[in-house]
């Protein structure tokens, strides 16, 4: 049991129950188990009323009997709903994730559909919205059971290789058509390990604010979030923390972290917020290296390990339009907004908004990473052909194991605990 509309007050409360003892809890606190998978109104244990749903199993999310009550939002409601349910023996509080957990013991969903659940629950664009639709509804699942299917198909020929090596030519064909089946799952794998754009959908697009300080690199953040998230002043070395907020441009996240400016000297808590500030843009996708256009000798931007650099220069209504437009890279004013759409715009651009969805099911998660490049690396292995038939079927085993692990067919349980705990009560 679960209040599933989450924390705070809302008009209408969702109160989730799953497992063999729902019918109960129904019965206890309406009569009876109304008509299944239809709302009906109905008063709810004395204490409001409210529309009930219930979903016999197997035909629910969870593929247990299920029910809901829809009740007033108000807290007296809600807790004298949840105690009433609780009062029904056998009944207690769901953990985080505990329903999609139930859902994926079930086969109702496999690892990568409980995963695209949880980024659907926290998507926060409409390109993350629809790549994690898409992944909820199997798309990653579809994929790989497809590709298992060929693993099955080269282990059985190779079995069948091992069975029949006293007929060298029945062995070599089976061990042949084995090798060609790989031989085309191979460069699947490789373009889908390829394509990093849904990790970059899913975890967004970092970009770092750096520069020297007072070039309005506080100014810029707020300027890009439209409010005034960080303080900014005259006085140089305002900002020392790393303050961020996160942009839809597009569709695509994109996350602005503004950093304290980069000088010799100062103080300690300054050298600090500099020391944060390096180390942030060092791990960002992008840095904008903002400079003052009416500074005579602009800093060149310093490098931040391998990092792509957009040079800014910031301040251009203090400057004749010819003189700032004369440097690479953007020229904006964060005061008068002159150039603060071109700049989200090459945002936009670097961050790959606009481009259509990709046609197949994209990674969005570093676990499908490691587990995809174990199966390439035995299957790699596999097309050696240095190694004797027994070794090339270990290596076959190999890759289906980490396929397994990637849908949750098989040993999982160490990983389970890390996605269930994304979700929130309720889900
Ligand atoms: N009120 C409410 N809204 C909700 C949910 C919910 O649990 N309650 N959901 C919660 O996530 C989502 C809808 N997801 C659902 C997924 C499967 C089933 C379900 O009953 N599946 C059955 C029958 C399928 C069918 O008839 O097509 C099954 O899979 O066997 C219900 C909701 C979003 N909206
Ligand atoms: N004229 C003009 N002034 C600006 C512009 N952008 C920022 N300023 C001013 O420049 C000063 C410094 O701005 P901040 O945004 O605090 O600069 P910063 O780079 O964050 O400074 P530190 O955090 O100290 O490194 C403030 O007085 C701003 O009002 C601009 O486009 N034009
Ligand atoms: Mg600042």
Redesign the pocket.
Known sequence: MALASGAGVAAVAVVRVSGPGTRAVLENLIGSAPVPREASLRRIGGIDRGLVLWFPGPASFTGEDMAELQVHGGRAVVKAVVEAVLATEGTRLAEPGEFARRAFENGKLDLTEVEGLADLVSAETEAQRRQALAQSEGGLRRLYEGWRAELLKAQSLMEAGLDFSDEADVAEDATRMAGDVVGALLPKIEAHLADKSGERLRDGFRVVIA?P????????LNALAKRDV??????????RDVIEVHLDIGGMPVIVA?T??LREGGGAVESEGIRRAVSRAQGADLVLW?VDAAEPNPEAAPGFGGVPVLSVT?????VSRSAAGSTSGVT?????GEGLEALIAELGQRAGAGIGAHCAAPITRTRHRVELVSVRDALKRFVNHDLDSELRAEELRIAAHHLGRLTGRIDVEEVLGAIFSEFCIGK
């Open positions: 520069g300080p007072n070039a309005g690199k506080s100014s810029i960080a303080i900014v002043s005259e006085e140089a070395g305002t900002t503004d304290a400016g903002i910031n301040k251009s209504d203090l904006m004013s964060a005061k008068t």
